[in-house]
Nanobody, 116 residues
């Protein structure tokens, strides 16, 4: 059964960095674009980024441009979200999804807390 597993979250201070990973189980990740979404407590889920299946094209929401980078290593069947200059408002549970589609397969998410 198709499954995505997110990892790499944690507690960091403002200005710090984290790298999130999205790995596939039961399917070939190379065939899919992968999106990152996040949901903060009490807030609606929002799109963060999207990367094409080849890795040639990326998109970002305005609030993370210049700070976040998504990239992939298809040989390792993993998609990454590098998060730099983290802000408290980045605190959320982060999810990866196939086809950058929030209605597609979801993992359990990985929690990111940015706090001093």
């Amino acid at each position: 059964q198709l499954q995505l597993v997110e990892s790499g979250g944690g507690l960091v201070q403002p200005g710090g960095s984290l790298r999130l990973s999205c790995a596939a189980s039961g399917f070939n990740l190379d065939y899919y674009g992968i999106g990152w979404f996040r949901q903060a407590p009490g807030a609606e889920r929002e799109a963060v980024s999207c990367i094409s299946s080849s890795g040639d094209t990326t998109k970002y929401t305005d609030s993370v441009k210049g700070r976040f980078t998504t990239f992939r290593d298809n040989a390792k069947k993993t998609v990454y979200l590098q998060m730099n200059s983290l802000k408290p408002e980045d605190t959320a549970v982060y999810y990866c999804v196939t086809d950058c589609d929030p209605l597609a397969a979801w993992g359990q998410g990985t929690q990111v807390i940015v706090s001093s």
